[in-house]
C-alpha cells in the first residue's frame, strides 16, 4: 500500500517574522496561498499531486499555521512585501502564483506591489475583494460574522461555515481534516489580516494584469458565485474560465483531480 508522507513544516525568517511553508518536488516554482482560516495543510493534494513536475510551495500566511502572527496594522503591501521577502528568502525569484478565496486576494495583492513577481496567475474561487466582487450588504454581512466568530469556540459555527465551502453534503473526510485546520485558527493572528483584506477592492488591479491568468471556479460555488467568475474573466485580458462541474468553494479540496489537471494544462499549454 502507498503511504503518502506530508511535506513537514519548514520556515524562513523574513523582516523579523517566521514564515512557515510546506514543499515538495521539483521544476518550475508554483506558490500557493490558502484560503481564509486555513493553512498551508489545504494543499496536501497539490503538495502531492503536482510535485511530479512543479516546485510546490504552500505557505502558511501571517497569522496562519506555523507562521508569525503579522503586527497590528500591517497594510496589503505590508503582506505583499511579506510575500516578496519570503520569495527572497528561498531564492525564487519567478513563480507561477496561486492563490484560493482569500489567497486569490493575496495573489492579486502581490500582483499589484510587485508585479514582475508572478509568471503565471491561478486564481481560484477568487474575488476581486468582497468590496470587489460582493453588495455592499453582503460584504457587511459578512464581515460581522467574522468579527462575531472570531473568539467563540470552533464547534459553535465551523460546521456551518465548512456547509458554505463545501458541496453539501462535505465528505466526512474533507469535514474531519478542514475541522482540525479550523481548531488551529488564532483568533489574534487573524484580525491584522482581516483588517488588512475584508474591506479591499482590487478591481484596479484586474485590468492591469499582462501575465496568463486562470481562473478556477466551482460550478455550485455559493461564497464566490459564477457571476463573480464572469466578472473578473472579463476584466482580465486573456483570462482562461474554467468551470469544475458540480463542486463548491473549496475545489482544490473537492475535486483535487480536476484542479490539478487543469493546473497542468494551463501551465503546459504556454
Not at 475541522?179 to 484586474?206: K, N, T
Not at 486573456?238 to 462541474?245: A, E, K, Q
Amino acid at each position: 500500500m502507498l503511504v503518502r508522507v506530508e511535506p513537514r513544516l519548514l520556515s524562513v525568517d523574513v523582516a523579523g517574522l517566521r514564515i512557515a511553508y510546506r514543499r515538495s518536488g521539483h521544476g518550475e516554482p508554483l506558490l500557493l496561498l490558502h484560503g481564509a482560516f486555513s493553512d498551508s495543510r489545504e494543499w496536501r493534494r497539490q503538495l502531492d499531486g503536482l510535485s511530479d513536475s512543479l516546485d510546490v510551495i504552500a505557505v502558511d500566511c501571517p497569522g496562519c499555521g506555523g507562521s508569525d502572527d503579522a503586527p497590528e496594522g500591517f497594510t496589503i503591501q505590508d503582506f505583499a512585501d511579506c510575500l516578496a521577502g519570503f520569495l527572497r528568502a528561498l531564492d525564487v525569484g519567478h513563480p507561477y502564483v496561486g492563490g484560493l478565496s482569500f489567497g486569490s486576494l493575496y495573489a492579486l495583492a502581490l500582483y499589484r506591489h510587485h508585479p514582475a513577481i508572478p509568471r503565471r496567475l491561478i486564481l481560484a474561487s477568487a474575488y476581486a475583494g468582497w468590496a470587489g466582487s460582493l453588495p455592499p450588504h453582503e460584504v457587511a454581512r459578512r464581515k460581522r460574522w467574522v468579527y462575531e466568530i472570531l473568539d467563540r469556540p470552533v464547534e459553535e459555527w465551523g460546521a456551518d461555515f465548512l456547509a458554505t465551502v463545501y458541496r453539501d453534503p462535505t465528505p466526512t473526510d474533507v469535514q474531519a481534516e478542514a475541522m482540525d485546520i479550523l481548531r488551529d485558527v488564532r483568533p489574534e493572528g487573524f484580525r491584522p489580516a482581516a483588517e488588512a483584506f475584508l474591506d479591499a477592492d482590487l478591481r484596479d488591479v484586474l485590468p492591469l494584469i499582462s501575465v496568463p491568468t486562470l481562473l478556477l471556479y466551482g460550478e455550485r460555488d455559493e461564497r464566490s458565485p459564477l457571476h463573480v467568475a464572469n466578472d473578473l474573466h472579463a476584466q482580465i485580458g486573456g483570462s482562461r474560465l474554467v468551470v469544475v462541474p458540480g463542486t463548491g468553494h473549496g475545489i482544490n479540496v473537492e475535486a483535487p483531480e480536476e484542479f490539478n489537471a487543469a493546473v497542468r494544462e494551463f501551465l503546459s499549454g504556454l
